[in-house]
Nanobody, 125 residues
Framework: VQLQASGGGLVQAGGSLRLSCTTS????????VGWFRQAPGKEREFVAA?????GRLYFADGRFSLSRDNAKNTLYLQINNLKPEDTAVYYC??????????????????????WGQGTQVTVSS
């Protein structure tokens, strides 16, 4: 499975953005799929995640939401009320066969074994 993140860009504070994470070479079925972000000089941090088989969602902030298109093998991250501190490279990641332990590990970068290339989000004030 390979992941492709897209949809980043330059937006003004208060705006919204929808990022896409698409898989190629396979289909999402039992994976845990997460979004993370990394700002310059900072560690990569958790944003949101979905356990694909159950639809269970996890979020770091109430401004984030997730939706999916099974036919397109795509997970969307919606970010509302963007702030300058949201400026970062956003990555999607996946782990195969997410089980019940995923409920305790979804926020950890070492949970995931496949990462996309990242998409830049820049929020101007």
């Amino acid at each position: 499975v390979q992941l492709q993140a897209s949809g980043g860009g330059l937006v003004q504070a208060g705006g919204s953005l929808r990022l896409s994470c698409t898989t190629s070479g396979g289909t999402f079925s039992s994976e845990g799929v997460g979004w993370f972000r990394q700002a310059p000089g900072k560690e990569r941090e958790f944003v949101a995640a979905l356990r694909w088989s159950t639809g269970r969602l996890y979020f770091a902030d109430g401004r984030f939401s997730l939706s999916r298109d099974n036919a397109k093998n795509t997970l969307y991250l919606q970010i509302n009320n963007l702030k300058p501190e949201d400026t970062a490279v956003y990555y999607c990641a996946a782990v195969a066969a997410a089980d019940m332990r995923y409920a305790n590990t979804y926020h950890r970068t070492d949970t995931y074994d496949t990462w996309g290339q990242g998409t830049q989000v820049t929020v101007s004030s």
